[in-house]
């Protein structure tokens, strides 16, 4: 199934993109697309029957807001430098374990908002991500089969950074992470079932129409299944948390100087295979 939450702002509704790509209204079948609905089996099984049912009502997609495909989430988890390309990109040796940070599940916003270029940034990059949904709580999984048995499912992430706010300010990396509306996500959450391959999927990101990074999920250091059973040893991932799993080679950061980093007026568009398509316009904060 395609889940995802449309309307504005903080008053999303539930919805379902159905196998001749129209909209349906999934609100009066479940309150929201959240943790507690991905943890419910008997839940989604009502979702899944409504719509091979076929009779949930239409929505008019024109001039609706798509909002992030997942309500309420705990915490976003990110694994840094996790593809090949990238780490020779950017001069760093592939890492020997997950490079584990967080960013706060408040820079999560719908796929076409508007992303903010934060107040004194000249270092604004983009990274066309996949973003794996947790849908049980996992905690010291033991191995690559229990892992993805805890995934509910996939979603197109843009893991939005400030490099010089990561890189040349001291500290963690979290002061370029964490920056407004960094977290655009969605169209989409995609259940685990219509992604048999998590590392067969193609990565494509364009600023202003040029094509920036074309990468495959094949190329990442630690696949899914791996990412997940790890972080998992580390903290408790619960039904509805994201994990976005890394980026592949092609960001400004990884490019000759001048390194065309992101203005305002910048338009940015990326996609994963069969996860859908994000399109955001930069703003200045």
């Known amino acids: 199934m395609k889940l995802l939450r449309v309307g504005t702002a903080g008053a999303e509704r539930p919805a ?42 239409v929505l008019a997609a024109d001039g609706l807001r798509i909002g992030p495909p997942v309500a309420r989430i705990g915490k976003v988890v990110c694994i840094g430098l996790n593809y090949h390309d990238h780490a020779a990109e950017t001069g760093a040796e592939p890492p020997a374990e997950p490079v584990v940070f967080l960013k706060a599940a ?10 903010l270029v934060p107040r004194g940034s000249a270092k604004t990059d983009w990274e066309v991500e996949l973003a794996v949904v947790i849908g049980r709580t996992a905690r010291y999984l033991d191995s690559a089969e229990q892992a993805l048995a805890h995934v509910a499912g996939y979603a197109v992430a843009h893991d939005v950074s400030e490099r010089e706010f990561q890189i040349e300010r001291g500290g963690t990396w979290d002061k370029g992470k964490n920056c407004e509306t960094f977290n655009p996500l969605g169209p989409w959450l995609v259940t685990a079932d219509e992604v048999p391959d998590p590392q067969a999927l193609s990565l494509r990101l364009w600023v202003n129409g040029e094509l920036k990074q074309d990468g495959t999920t094949a190329r990442q250091i630690f696949p899914v299944a791996e990412v997940v059973r790890y972080v998992s040893r580390f903290m408790t991932l619960y039904p509805g948390d994201v994990i976005n799993t890394g980026t592949p080679a092609g960001v400004a950061l990884g490019r000759p100087e001048p390194k ?25 904060a």
């Not at 993109?17 to 609905?37: E, H, K, Q, T």
């Not at 820079?107 to 992303?115: A, E, F, I, R, S």
């Open 16 to 57: 379902l993109l159905d196998a001749a790509g129209a909209l349906r209204d999934l609100s009066g079948v479940v309150p929201d697309i959240d943790g507690a609905l991905l943890a419910d089996e008997a839940a989604l099984a009502r979702v899944r029957a409504a719509a091979d049912a076929g009779d949930l009502p």
């Open 106 to 115: 408040d820079t999560v916003v719908g796929p076409n908002d508007t992303v």
């Open 260 to 284: 065309p980093y992101l203005r305002a007026g910048d338009v940015v568009e990326l996609e994963v295979e069969g996860l859908g398509r994000q399109r955001q316009e930069l703003k200045a």
